[in-house]
């Protein structure tokens, strides 16, 4: 179990229909095709033995490794220092387009920058999580690893300087592999191709070089269009191409991580998978996309969930809180029990059984896009407004019932306040969609339900003995979530309960600026073990400072909060009380939450000076 890398010691590489994580050794330890949500090729993330892995590292040596993006791109440089040289691995995957296809290339191109180094590759594939068998044939130019749904096929660079020869490549039944050793100058590489339609294909240098440029212009190209010119221009602008790495193109559906398993607690159950699509994450992608001038990819977003909305037949739960990135409702979940974990934390989960869970907050979260998404000239379709007002004549029948809440508890149902909170905030902005675009809708009624909702919160979620808001209606615990009432527009920032609930927050959530989802010891949520501190509700209690005029803890908080990202700017879901990163990586939400407040701070700020 030692041998497993820190998550924060990987890089993220993508072709915007899946993804690949790249340690700093050079190992590509988790790699599914060809989607986000397909089974792996390499999960060695999820253990050492039996996940398989693509490595390509120095061999034999002691050396030291570094890890930095290209600038402007999400093309990862892994460099290699030893006393006798200086390597380079440079790891990207041409984009694919907004076509779905099964075809997709992962590139390694190594090159010596100074004095001499050996090296080792080898490929271990282990299809479908380890479970499938594969098949190995060589042929002239390369390898085909054929199991029962997928291949891939293996080249090495034809006219690669100092590579190893056709003829020391090491094949057996785990796999190939070789060693070769690279001078000053040399450069080399391997392809890796799922699906190809033909046989192995080796490339060039020279066609492996134009594809570097060609991805390289892309990210660039796209990277121009944001409008952020604020004091946190490149952690902004890394999670920008982050969140963009984890959009399935063909549907522009924001998953929530590109990984499965990775434990909230080391060695414990908290372990889920998250490379699906959340109503409420996607719905949060809209502010920051509009907030940097991304309009094409909120658009695309938007079109998605116009689409969950227009499908839902369910009269019991209209809207599923998440769904695969085709828009697919089926998400069995299943325990991998060959999988030993990530540094034995079991169960490995696929699937994720939540799914089915009631949560009222994720209609408050999609009525607030749309409504921002209006104000930006986004305007709904009529066929989308007409499924909206029926979601929301639903929600008027359905809000005033336990729910499973926010953070998908397994303990059983509760009034949670934000769910209740959220509920009036999808009533809410569903009525100024109403009036402000003559749209038909029952808005006399919707306004009624909304008030109730208000009056509701304020009396039965604030408790008088803790002077705050509380996770739900039957406890006095404290939950982080609530840190968005003010700015939800709910609650004024500067109003006596909202001021003491901030307070009661700082003095129990809070631990050394960074800020726990609720205690699970207090408010049990049906799974054993803890958790590290939430990355997205520290990012919350940064603009909540911010709202309540505290000015210098925000920006003190939100600049603490930046030094826990890793070396290549990327955040996980948690961070451990050792200041490790757990938690499935890297987090859309994290990267949502550190744009959102990122902009707005510097508009607070700006407005200071």
Request: aromatic fraction near 10%; charge should be negative.
């Amino acid at each position: 179990m030692d041998s497993y890398p820190a998550v924060e010691d990987h890089g993220l590489i993508g072709d915007l229909q899946t993804a690949a994580l790249i340690t700093k050794d050079g190992t590509v330890d988790w790699f599914c095709a060809p989607r986000f949500d397909s089974p792996s090729i390499f999960g060695a993330l999820l253990d050492r033995r039996k996940g398989g892995h693509f490595q390509l590292s120095p061999d034999g040596i002691d050396y030291a490794s570094k890890q930095l993006y290209l600038p402007g791109t999400p093309i990862l440089i892994t460099r290699f220092h030893s006393a006798d040289g200086v390597g380079e691995l440079l790891d990207f995957m041409p984009v694919t387009g907004e076509r779905a296809t099964n075809r997709h290339r992962l590139i390694r191109l190594v090159r010596m920058i100074r004095g001499s180094m050996p090296f080792r590759f080898d490929c271990q594939p282990k299809f479908n999580y380890g479970r499938d068998p594969f098949e190995l044939e060589v042929h002239p130019e390369g390898d085909v690893f054929r199991s029962q749904t997928l291949t891939f096929t293996l080249a090495l660079f034809k006219d690669a300087k100092g590579l190893v020869d056709a003829g020391a490549i090491n094949r057996d039944a785990q796999g190939v592999s070789a060693r070769f050793t690279l001078q000053a100058g040399d450069i080399g590489g391997v392809v890796l191709e799922t699906a190809c339609p033909h046989a192995p294909r080796a490339l060039s240098t020279d066609e492996a070089c134009e594809l570097l440029a060609d991805t390289r212009d892309f990210w660039r190209r796209w990277l121009d269009r944001s409008r952020y010119r604020g004091r946190w221009r490149e952690a902004v602008e890394r999670s920008a191409m982050t969140l963009k790495l984890m959009t399935y193109a063909p549907t522009g559906a924001l998953v929530a991580a590109p990984t499965a398993g990775l434990p909230e607690q080391i060695g414990g159950q908290r372990n889920w998978d998250y490379r699906y699509t959340w109503i409420r994450d996607a719905s949060f992608s809209v502010h920051a996309l509009l907030k940097l001038g991304f309009t094409d990819e909120a658009e695309k977003y938007l079109l998605w969930l116009d689409a969950r909305i227009r499908e839902a037949r369910d009269p019991d739960l209209p809207l599923q809180i998440m769904y695969r990135v085709d828009g697919s409702p089926d998400l069995p979940e299943e325990v991998l029990s060959h999988l030993e974990g990530y540094r034995g934390s079991a169960p490995v989960r696929i699937g994720n059984g939540a799914s089915g869970q009631l949560q009222l907050d994720i209609h408050g979260e999609a009525l607030n896009s749309l409504e921002l998404a209006d104000r930006n000239g986004l305007i709904a379709p009529y066929e989308g407004w007409r499924k909206t007002a029926e979601l929301m004549d639903w929600l008027c029948e359905h809000w005033d019932q336990p729910e499973d809440g926010i953070w998908e508890t397994r303990s059983g149902r509760q009034d949670f306040t934000y769910g209740r909170m959220m509920s009036w905030v999808a009533l809410d902005r569903a009525i100024r969609l109403a009036q402000r675009r003559g749209r038909p809708g029952d808005t006399t009624r919707w306004t009624t339900e909304r008030n109730t909702i208000y009056e509701q919160v304020m009396t039965r979620g604030f408790h008088p003995g803790r002077q705050a808001f509380v996770q739900h209606y039957r406890t006095d615990i404290l939950d982080a979530s609530l840190l968005a009432m003010p700015g939800l527009g709910f609650i004024s920032p500067m109003d006596p309960m909202w001021e003491s609930t901030l307070r009661a927050i700082d003095g129990e959530l809070v631990s050394d600026s960074l800020v726990y989802r609720y205690d699970p010891n207090a408010s049990p949520d049906g799974l054993a073990g803890t958790e590290g501190t939430f990355s997205m509700c520290t990012f919350w209690y940064v603009q909540a400072l911010a709202q309540a005029g505290r000015l210098d803890d925000a920006r003190l908080t939100f600049e603490k909060m930046l030094t826990y990202s890793n070396p290549l700017g990327l955040y996980s879901e948690e961070i451990a009380p050792t200041g490790e990163q757990i938690g499935n990586f890297p987090q859309a939400f994290s990267h949502l939450s550190l744009i959102s407040t990122a902009t707005h701070l510097d508009d607070l700020l700006d407005q200071q000076r």
